[in-house]
């Protein structure tokens, strides 16, 4: 039997056929060369041995199943497929990876630390994990590595057979984002699940992990789980008669619910019927669910199984009479005096292998320094490639970026910033927190009902995340000549050519970066619209990364129903553009003193983040599926206490008649960037900062107060009152009736009615606030002051 009947058999179906080949016990069913033949036939489209062909013909038939095709009845389901109903042998499917990986990367205040625990974790889930499995990355550089992961493998799971032996690399899934998704041999799974977190935590130290198992027959990965016998399964004559109690909604769904949202919104191709809703939870998505609260509960510490307790995670001794490390929290073990670094460390062993591997992702060399060397550690922390590395192999393909980006610098000549202090440099000592997390991600993925589209769904998020952030650097930045440096902890002096950015992570759809002050409203914005534009396909091939394409269908469906843009957008909503991805971004953006300490940033910048995601599922229910961001600027340590929403609703918020809102985030993309062209409106229309703050202070005393005294400020400028009307009043401003021909300047109305269900009080809201906040960091579009650097700099280079 020949398998080039099908188009490009997937490691899916490779994978599946490798389980169930190997059989149930730890030795192989078959002599492990006929299971490498199978693989390599099946992966070139030819014969497979005799042995395992019937196994290669019940997978076959599996993957054949048409897509769309759901049984009606169980009978239904055993006439038409028994081989598959009658195959008992089952196939291990193992999830887990880094858990609470904030309170890891960000315990230690230094950035350099904060970037190697990021990038310590990044080797584990990318390179250390798939080494497991035998796959090695691409880059020759990482086989060293890959071969001791799995001899650290062989030896640290006591069977009598090699468990790398047993792993192939068409068995992962995913392995993105701090987690892992993977079949194996129903017999390791157990052994599989603790090497992951054993990895974990022998590389780390302190790091918390989890990974959960279980088995599974063969028809339950393409029509969810199925009870012993397969006959006593409920399916949909019950679900028919049960979907509106409470417990079965929880479950399945909320079929009425659906309905009723369909009618608005567009974001997701929401299941409306009773077949469709059943259908897409028995699914492969019942299993990932079903691993998914096994792996809530260990981490938890309840889990029911055999396996070694994670209860109580990693601790280390410490005692009141012994120096600690710099994060107070452990004991330190070495001591390093200048001028072995800028200044005295002290360091545990866990913190001294952030600190290295922050050293190894800064400077992009497997050399071990002299102050480690001396202390006499093993541990050497592996291949560590930085993000710098990745950013300029992403530009090498995208040459139009890579000439905007570096003009005609070298890649070589420009240095990684040692600290936040350098990328504030850049930006008048202010620099930008941005955190971004993907918007309808879990609803999208409750409807994916193979692992094949769980497979291709996973690598399309990914490859859209990197390029997003990329293409937004590189449009919107120029390598940094430091200038008036008064920092002493670095090794770089005035002059030095450095990459003002710092990225802390990208992984699945998570993204943290630190960039200047006044270029971070417009990379979160490029990155919101690119994210976008990669997952519809519109980015052209020559941009992409590593030459891949977007597999999955990510446009939104057209709904009869029209969408009123007016309820979406406050900034020329009827030129705004209609929201065609079923995905998107929330972003929060914290632009603060280089000095602010990062413990305090961090949990600002995810109240920002929150608040955009509310905003964004808020404006989903009206019918737009776009990105939203939410900012707050920051000019003084003190200014916000705890909780931003409070502050928003006690501080800026005046229960007047009508009510005041002295602010106007979050924003959609199409609003922020008529944000940033009012401001630029303002510049350019040379508009007295000091009438600025004035105007900003009438706000309080009420809506008529603040109108008269803008328009008495805007008779008096002498040039720009044209470009302030059409990017600031009749963009902004418009009056509540559409007939009436003047506007509210600086006032929004609102009618309260966005979610009509809780319906507001009408209420008038500002950009006003919002525009002084971030004049200072919003350059004027003349303004080419990078651009000129970067060639001022290329000039002296020569």
């Known amino acids: 039997m020949k398998t080039g009947n099908m188009e490009n058999p997937s490691s899916v179906m490779i994978a599946i056929a490798w389980c169930l080949a190997w059989g149930e016990e730890r030795k192989p069913k078959f002599d492990l060369t006929v299971l490498q033949q ?11 041995p005799q042995e395992v062909r019937f196994l290669v013909e019940q997978v076959q038939q599996l993957q054949g199943i048409d897509k769309d095709y759901f049984p009606k009845t169980l009978d239904e389901l055993k006439s038409k497929y028994p081989d598959l109903w009658n195959q008992t042998n089952r196939i291990g499917l193992v999830y887990g990876g880094a858990t609470k990986i904030k309170q890891y ?123 012993e016998p397969i006959e006593n399964t409920l399916w949909l ?62 981490r938890s510490g309840q889990d029911f199984s055999s396996r070694p307790s994670r209860c109580n995670p990693p601790m280390f001794e410490t005692h009141p009479y012994l120096m600690r490390d710099e994060g107070e929290r452990r004991s330190a073990v070495m ?54 590395d990745r950013y300029n192999r992403f530009l090498g393909k995208n040459l139009r970026l890579q000439k905007k980006y570096y003009a005609a610098l070298k890649a070589d000549d420009i240095e990684i910033a040692q600290n936040l202090s350098h990328i504030g440099n850049a930006s008048k000592d202010f620099i930008a927190y941005i955190y971004a997390d993907g918007n309808n991600i ?47 902890e670095s090794t770089l002096g005035n002059g030095a050519l450095i990459h003002p950015f710092e990225i802390i992570t990208i992984g699945g759809d998570d993204i943290i970066l630190i960039v200047p002050a006044n270029k ?18 519109q980015v052209p091939l020559t941009e992409s990364i590593d030459s891949e394409k977007i597999i999955g269908d990510y446009k939104i469906k057209q709904n009869s129903k029209p969408i009123d843009l007016k309820k979406c957008h406050r900034y020329k909503p009827t030129e705004a553009p209609p929201s065609q991805c079923q995905l998107s971004t929330s972003i929060g953006v914290l632009i603060t003193a280089y000095n602010t300490p990062i413990y305090y940033a961090k949990d600002l910048t995810e109240q920002l983040l929150k608040s955009a995601k509310e905003r964004a599922k808020k404006l989903k229910k009206a019918g737009y599926c776009g990105g939203t961001v ?27 008649r009508p009510k005041l809102k002295l602010y106007a985030a979050p924003y959609t993309l199409h609003e922020l960037a008529g944000l940033i062209s009012a401001i630029e409106a303002l510049k350019d229309a040379n508009f007295p900062k000091s009438q600025l703050y004035q105007i900003r202070s009438l706000l309080e005393r009420g809506k008529q107060t603040a109108i008269l ?7 008096r400028l002498k040039q720009g009152k044209q470009d302030l009307q059409e990017e600031f009043e009749e963009a902004w401003c418009k009056p509540k009736d559409p007939t009436n021909g003047g506007n509210l300047a600086p006032w929004i109305y609102d009618d309260g009615k966005l979610e009509p269900k809780n319906p507001e009080d009408p209420f008038y809201e500002t950009i006003w606030r919002d525009i002084v906040d971030l004049y200072d960091f919003i350059a004027s579009p003349d303004d080419d002051s990078d651009v000129i650097e970067a060639q001022m700099a290329t000039t002296e280079a020569e």
């Open 38 to 48: 199978m693989r390599q036939a099946l992966k070139d489209g030819e014969d497979v």
């Open 105 to 227: 990367v960000f315990e230690s205040s230094k950035i350099q630390d904060i970037g190697g625990a990021s990038a310590l974790l990044d080797r584990i889930n990318l390179i250390d994990l798939p080494a497991l499995f035998n796959k090695n990355p691409k880059s020759t550089q990482y086989t060293i590595q890959c071969n001791e992961v799995r001899k650290w493998l062989n030896d640290t799971i006591s069977i009598d057979y090699k468990l790398s032996e047993a792993l192939i690399p068409e068995l992962i899934i995913y392995s993105t984002g701090g987690n892992i998704l993977a079949f194996c041999p129903a017999i390791f799974v157990d052994d599989l699940a603790n090497a992951i977190e054993k990895r974990y935590t022998e590389e780390t130290l302190t790091a918390n992990s989890c990974a959960v198992g279980n088995t599974f027959r063969l028809l339950e990965i393409r029509f969810g789980l199925l009870r």
């Open 237 to 298: 004559d019950w679900y028919r008669q049960k979907y509106k109690e409470p417990l079965v909604q929880a479950y399945f769904g909320n079929l009425e619910k659906n309905q009723e949202n369909s009618k608005t919104e567009r974001c997701n191709n929401l299941a409306v019927s009773v077949e469709d809703v059943f259908a897409d939870r028995k699914s492969f998505n019942e299993l990932t669910t079903k691993l998914a609260i096994l792996f809530n509960q260990r």
């Open 335 to 388: 001591i390093v005096q200048p001028p072995k670094l800028p200044r005295e460390s002290h360091f545990s062993e866990a913190s001294a292998r952030k600190h290295l591997v922050g050293n190894r992702a800064k400077k992009g060399s497997p050399q071990i320094p002299e102050w480690y060397e001396e202390s006499k550690l093993e541990w050497e922390g592996g291949i560590i490639e930085s993000w710098v």
């Open 442 to 488: 879990g609803g999208y993925i409750q409807k994916i009902r193979t692992p094949q589209k769980y497979q291709e769904f996973s690598r399309d998020v990914e490859l859209a995340t990197e390029y997003a952030v990329y293409y937004a650097l590189a449009e919107n930045l120029h390598p940094h000549k430091l200038q008036k440096l008064n920092y002493e």
């Open 520 to 537: 971070a409203l417009a990379i979160a914005q490029n990155i919101g619209e690119q994210f976008e534009k990669v997952l519809l396909k």
């Open 630 to 656: 939410d900012f707050l600027t920051m000019k003084s340590v003190t200014m916000i206490s705890s909780d931003i929403k409070e502050f928003r609703k006690q501080a800026l918020t005046k229960n007047l």
């Open 709 to 715: 005294n803008y328009r008495y400020f805007r008779v």
